[in-house]
């Protein structure tokens, strides 16, 4: 990438969204200003879209999943064109990071970061969705009956803040390739990307109204969306509480969800565990983004034997991490509003309140400026399993330490939150690896490595209030497509 990164991208720009291929303005006028979490100013605007903006989405991406090419377009056509799209994303891979990062407040190297996954989910899902075909089934005499998987129709996505170029790709990329046309509502505080890539799609070929942008607030664009008749789908990552409202509204419709709400994820580290390998993990883990990720390892268990070693040895590195503007590309950014760090500063008093020992704390820098919306890494130590903070998502730069003996106990901590999205086991027992995985409650686990954003292949979602359903992977083909059953009665 090159060296010289304009963070000044998209100053003063007055964003629009995509419909039917189309720039658009809300037809209120209204707009919502992009302020930058770096400095809380605001430097671009997008349009506040109501009810009437999104049914003329609706209505483009219906049109063009009824009466457009693309449903009936082979497979490795329109595979062609998502791969076309993934070469155009690498093309504006510069500008791409530095207005996610800008847009985000997230450190450049993690906006580099999130651009090249971004670029793989669109190469997977390219070259997938021609590899996806139904089966044969041996049935009564006198018959043949065979399964298709058909594309839902119009697919709504909406779309969170912290990973908008990421959690774009893996829906995009999957509903697209087999078949769905889109209707995208980006979160209101990071929309600037997703009106970037729908504009790269169109110039990759992708036909008008297949994929359609939205922006505007949760409650009114999002509300309309999720519960609008003429969307077939609606899948959505975000919190707990969104889920809940959007899954109500989907239901008035009686309409499918693919739902990734989040975790409180578990690193569990055994006293046998290479600790050298496993310490930059388990902080990369959870300030990665600001902490600002549904798969953070939030919490960590560590083996009695080990506790303190280990213990001391997070410390270290927490007082060493420091938070800046995004440009200065330190451990971690601003988080992504003065509502998030508002959230995260209360969660944390709390629990210092309640007496639970704060073991070290990060830094923010000295020439971070003053409007924007830092929070200093915290571990706390010795937590209560039943406190707050062992117990809810915080989305921000908080590690929990729970000391444990022996492997029931371990097992039971791991799953004694409402969540279950990714665990990581650090121990070089093989038995126990395979005993301990099978065991913890989560969507996704890691044996001695922890990570879910790079791995486009591995399927990804959550049990219980993590969510259900599954993204990434070949398994998201299935989420957004359904299975098609035809009969021959040839005698
Ligand atoms: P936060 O509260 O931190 O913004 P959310 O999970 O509420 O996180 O937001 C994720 C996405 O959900 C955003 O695109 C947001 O606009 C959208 N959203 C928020 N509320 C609703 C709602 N009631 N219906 C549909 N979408 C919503």
């Not at 450049?108 to 997938?128: H, M, N, P, S």
């Not at 093989?430 to 995985?437: C, I, L, S, Y």
Request: aromatic share 8%; net charge negative.
């Amino acid at each position: 990438m090159g060296a010289h990164i304009s963070t000044d991208v998209a100053d003063g720009r007055a964003f629009q969204q995509l419909v039917n291929g189309k720039h658009a303005d809300a037809l209120s006028g209204e707009r919502i200003d992009v302020l930058c979490p770096s400095d809380g100013k605001a430097f671009a605007s997008i349009p506040a879209s109501g009810e009437a903006d999104v049914g003329l989405a609706v209505g483009a991406a219906r049109h063009a999943f009824e009466a457009g090419p693309w449903p009936a377009m082979p497979a490795f056509e329109r595979g062609r064109l998502l791969t076309r799209l993934s070469r155009l994303v690498e093309e504006n891979a510069t500008e791409l990071a530095a207005l996610e990062s800008r847009d985000t407040g997230k450190p450049l190297r993690q906006g580099r970061a999130d651009v090249t996954a971004a670029i793989r989910y669109y190469e997977f899902y390219g070259g997938a969705g021609d590899k996806i075909h139904g089966q044969t089934i041996p049935f009564l005499e006198g018959y043949t009956a065979l399964t298709l998987r058909e594309p839902h129709g119009v697919v709504a996505g909406i779309i969170p803040w912290n990973y908008p170029l990421q959690i774009l790709a893996r829906v995009a990329g999957a509903a697209l390739a087999m078949g769905n046309t889109l209707v995208v509502k980006p979160a209101e505080d990071a929309s600037l990307t997703t009106i970037r890539i729908a504009e790269l799609a169109l110039e990759a070929g992708i036909p008008a109204g297949v994929f359609n942008v939205v922006t505007g607030y949760g409650a009114t664009a999002g509300a309309a969306l999720s519960g609008h008749p003429g969307v077939d789908y609606v899948t959505f990552t975000g919190s707990p509480a969104t889920g809940t409202a959007i899954q109500q509204a989907a239901a008035r419709n009686n309409r499918g969800v693919t739902m990734e709400l989040g975790g409180k994820s578990p690193q569990i580290v055994f006293a046998d565990a290479d600790l050298d390998r496993a310490l930059p993990v388990l902080v990369n883990a959870v300030i990665q983004n600001g902490g600002q990720t549904c798969s953070a390892g939030s919490r960590v268990l560590i083996e009695r034997p080990v506790y303190d070693r280990v213990a001391n040895a997070l410390a270290e590195r927490f007082s060493k991490l420091v938070a800046g503007p995004h440009e200065a590309d330190l451990d971690l950014g601003a988080l992504i509003s003065a509502k998030q760090r508002h959230r995260v500063a209360a969660m944390v008093a709390d629990a210092e309140a309640a007496g639970i020992p704060v073991l070290s704390r990060g830094s923010v820098s000295n020439d971070a400026p003053s409007g924007g919306y830092y929070f200093a890494p915290v571990l706390f130590g010795d937590v209560p399993p039943d406190a707050p903070i062992a117990q809810e998502e915080i989305f921000g730069p908080v590690l929990s330490l729970f000391p444990f003996e022996g492997e029931e106990e371990a097992v039971r901590l791991a799953n004694s939150t409402d969540y279950g999205l990714v665990a990581g086991i650090w121990t070089l027992d093989g038995a126990r690896q395979h005993r301990v995985a099978k065991r913890v409650r989560a969507g996704q686990v890691f044996v001695n490595a922890y990570g879910a954003g790079g791995g486009v292949e591995l399927p990804f979602g959550g049990f219980r209030r993590s969510g259900h359903g599954r993204e990434k992977g070949f398994e998201a083909l299935y989420d957004m497509s359904a299975t098609k059953t035809i009969v021959f009665n040839h005698g």
